[in-house]
Nanobody
Framework: VQLQAYGGGLVQAGGSLRLSCAAS????????GGWYRQAPGKQREMVAT???????NYADSVKGRFTISRDNAENTVYLQMNSLKPEDTAVYYC??????????WGQGTLVTVSS
């Protein structure tokens, strides 16, 4: 299983970015996809998840600003991030939790939001 995360970068506050997580060796449509982030000196935290039935869950801090989605044909999970804030600065990791509860992680992509 390989998860390739990309799309991070430097953006000004109020801007937008879209993160992508391309999966191989696992089918995202039948598993739970998620995005997590880790800021310097902080623990990794859940940002958003999407289940096989497309039920979504968001951290309170990103509700209304971030949207997680999935393209089954591309076997890719996305995170659209709008109205970015400096406190969103972190390394973002994608993950897939399989039906058997194994968890796979991507390599992380850095998002930096300047004020």
């Amino acid at each position: 299983v390989q998860l390739q995360a990309y799309g991070g970068g430097l953006v000004q506050a109020g801007g937008s970015l879209r993160l992508s997580c391309a999966a191989s060796g696992i089918t995202v449509s039948i598993n739970t996809g998620g995005w997590y982030r880790q800021a310097p000196g902080k623990q990794r935290e859940m940002v958003a998840t999407i289940s096989s039935s497309r039920n979504t869950n968001y951290a309170d801090s990103v509700k209304g600003r971030f949207t997680i989605s999935r393209d089954n044909a591309e076997n890719t999970v996305y995170l659209q991030m709008n109205s970015l804030k400096p406190e969103d600065t972190a390394v973002y990791y994608c993950s897939i939790r399989s039906i058997g509860l194994s968890v796979y992680w991507g390599q992380g992509t850095l998002v930096t939001v300047s004020s």
